[in-house]
């Protein structure tokens, strides 16, 4: 995973980077879960995802929040995600287990996923996301 936390005054912003839009998505997923919850474990526990959005960005927020809704909802730290994108519809298969109080503290909590700054560049690598976490 390729990421990095960039300077931000109140929240967390970060830059991530990946060959494909698919591992782009994925990977900022489970960035958000390193920054709330630590190292996550590989878990039995998965969910599927199935989301549909006017344009990419706008699909990867709405992917981010639901990522968060489950985990905060369901109780879960997800350690694996496998994401389809066809066109502005995504498939993911998250994968992770369950929250464990004593395991998954001392992170940073994360409220929402904001639209200012939201920028998707495609690069010569690849793709390079900048992201905001609201905290």
């Known amino acids: 995973m390729s990421y990095e936390e960039l300077d931000h005054t109140a929240d967390i ?17 489970l960035a958000m879960m390193k920054i709330i919850y630590g190292e996550p474990c590989p878990g039995e526990v998965g969910r599927t995802l ?8 706008n ?3 709405d992917f981010l929040s639901e990522v968060l809704f ?8 997800f350690s694996s995600a496998i ?4 066109g502005n519809s995504l498939k993911a298969l998250l994968t992770g287990e369950p929250f464990d109080p004593e395991r998954h503290r001392g992170g940073t ?3 929402g996923i904001s639209y200012s700054g939201l920028r998707i560049v495609k690069e010569d690598e690849g793709y390079v996301l900048d992201i905001l976490f609201d905290v």
């Open 70 to 77: 489950l985990s905060e909802v369901e109780y879960l730290v």
């Open 59 to 61: 699909l990867l927020l």
């Open 109 to 111: 909590e994360i409220k």
């Open 13 to 29: 912003r970060l830059r991530v980077i990946s060959p494909s839009l698919d591992s782009l998505f994925a990977e900022t997923a």
């Open 83 to 86: 994401v389809h994108l066809a």
């Open 50 to 57: 199935e989301l549909e959005a006017g344009n990419t960005e």
